[in-house]
């Protein structure tokens, strides 16, 4: 997966990260639901004020991770890796680049609690688990919160 097939690039308007985000959730038997993907609507627009990273190959998305500010801390958001790039060392890639931009006092972000794979690769970036929550999604999401201080 890595090497020169593989592409990071910013966000741009033809990218179509809802289908990518679709393609997680089917994946893993969450539903998607517009009406709580709002930061999906307008993609550009939502992390304006933070930075989006996208990585490609030739068959498309492979990966996605967002960042926004939030008070003292920059929120990390839409952490998703499709199966053909699992295991290839993208996802902490994007992490790293997204704990790199602006300068903060730490990071949080909330995960489903499916994704198992992705919290180890947290912890081993030196985030500490902390509560749960039940979103009122369709679904009834659990997801666990995460930070790290820099």
Same mark, same amino acid.
């Given at each position: #997966?890595?090497?020169? !097939?593989?592409?990071?690039?910013?966000?741009?308007?033809? &990218?179509?990260? /809802?289908?990518?985000?679709?393609?997680? %959730? @089917? +994946?893993?038997?969450?539903? %998607? &639901?517009?009406?709580?993907?709002? &930061? *999906? +609507?307008? $993609?550009? =627009?939502?992390? !304006?004020?933070?930075?989006?990273?996208?990585?490609?190959?030739?068959?498309?998305?492979? =990966?996605?991770?967002?960042?926004?500010?939030?008070?003292?801390?920059?929120?990390?958001?839409? #952490?998703?890796?499709?199966? /053909?790039?699992?295991?290839?060392? *993208?996802?902490?890639?994007?992490? /790293?680049?997204?704990? =790199?931009?602006?300068?903060?006092?730490?990071? @949080?972000?909330?995960?489903?609690?499916?994704? /198992? !794979?992705?919290?180890? #690769? %947290?912890?081993? @970036?030196?985030?500490? $688990?902390?509560?749960?929550?039940?979103?009122?999604? $369709? &679904?009834?999401?659990? +997801?666990? %919160?995460?930070?790290?201080?820099?």
């Amino acid at each position: #997966m890595r090497g020169p !097939a593989v592409h990071f690039r910013p966000l741009s308007p033809d &990218d179509d990260v /809802r289908a990518h985000v679709r393609t997680v %959730y @089917e +994946e893993f038997g969450l539903g %998607y &639901d517009p009406a709580f993907e709002d &930061d *999906l +609507e307008e $993609p550009l =627009a939502h992390y !304006a004020h933070g930075a989006f990273w996208v990585v490609t190959d030739g068959d498309g998305i492979v =990966a996605t991770g967002g960042v926004v500010p939030h008070g003292a801390l920059r929120c990390v958001k839409r #952490m998703y890796v499709v199966p /053909r790039g699992r295991r290839s060392g *993208l996802a902490r890639d994007i992490l /790293r680049r997204l704990l =790199a931009w602006g300068n903060f006092e730490g990071t @949080e972000l909330w995960s489903d609690v499916r994704f /198992r !794979a992705a919290h180890q #690769m %947290y912890q081993s @970036e030196g985030f500490k $688990p902390g509560p749960t929550r039940v979103l009122a999604d $369709p &679904d009834r999401s659990v +997801e666990r %919160y995460f930070s790290r201080l820099d």
